[in-house]
């Protein structure tokens, strides 16, 4: 275990915790906690989507969502280039916030921060248009949108990525 908690110490994306046991992954918009033991234990902090909006959700709409999203999330490691084995799953809510946990065999920072990139962006692609969001997932959606505008648009005839206005 001593082996996997030094390449978490060597990983740039993750800062060793106050508890001495955990890491935290810095390069996404939601909070992550990283255990390295014999499997690696990754947790991620969402918000539900009724406090991720400033506009009313409906209950039916809420379960809905928090249903879809657990089902796509589930299948976070067969999206994975390692295709680590899944030992346990959970989707737990706590007040205006889901946690996300995926303990997984063989773990380690790379496959930890992989975990917590397709939470992050699975929770955007699941996010309902016609709400506004509130930061951090107005942010992700903008930055989406922004990500979107700078691909190369192949009907132009530019080759340098460069993006006009039409």
């Given at each position: 275990?001593?082996?996997?908690?030094?390449?978490?110490?060597?990983?740039?994306?993750?800062?060793?915790?106050?508890?001495?046991?955990?890491?935290?992954?810095?390069?996404?918009?939601?909070?992550?906690?990283?255990?390295?033991?014999?499997?690696?234990?990754?947790?991620?902090?969402?918000?539900?989507?009724?406090?991720?909006?400033?506009?009313?959700?409906?209950?039916?709409?809420?379960?809905?969502?928090?249903?879809?999203?657990?089902?796509?999330?589930e299948d976070?490691?067969?999206?994975?280039?390692?295709?680590?084995?899944?030992?346990?799953?959970?989707?737990?809510?706590?007040?205006?916030?889901?946690?996300?946990?995926?303990?997984?065999?063989?773990?380690?920072?790379?496959?930890?921060?992989?975990?917590?990139?397709?939470?992050?962006?699975?929770?955007?692609?699941?996010?309902?248009?016609?709400?506004?969001?509130?930061?951090?997932v107005a942010?992700?959606?903008?930055?989406?949108?922004?990500?979107?505008?700078?691909?190369?648009?192949?009907r132009s005839?530019?080759?340098?990525?460069?993006?006009?206005?039409?």
């Amino acid at each position: 275990m001593s082996t996997e908690r030094s390449r978490f110490d060597d990983h740039d994306a993750f800062e060793p915790a106050e508890d001495g046991k955990e890491y935290a992954l810095t390069t996404v918009a939601f909070p992550v906690r990283a255990v390295p033991d014999r499997e690696t234990t990754v947790t991620v902090r969402v918000p539900t989507l009724a406090a991720a909006t400033a506009d009313e959700i409906g209950e039916v709409v809420a379960e809905d969502w928090e249903r879809t999203l657990g089902r796509r999330l589930e299948d976070a490691p067969g999206a994975l280039p390692a295709r680590p084995d899944l030992e346990a799953f959970s989707v737990t809510r706590g007040g205006d916030h889901l946690e996300v946990t995926y303990r997984l065999s063989p773990g380690g920072p790379e496959i930890a921060k992989a975990i917590a990139e397709y939470v992050e962006g699975t929770y955007v692609e699941t996010t309902i248009p016609g709400y506004e969001y509130e930061p951090p997932v107005a942010d992700l959606l903008a930055s989406a949108r922004m990500t979107g505008r700078d691909e190369p648009d192949a009907r132009s005839g530019e080759e340098d990525g460069t993006v006009q206005s039409r």
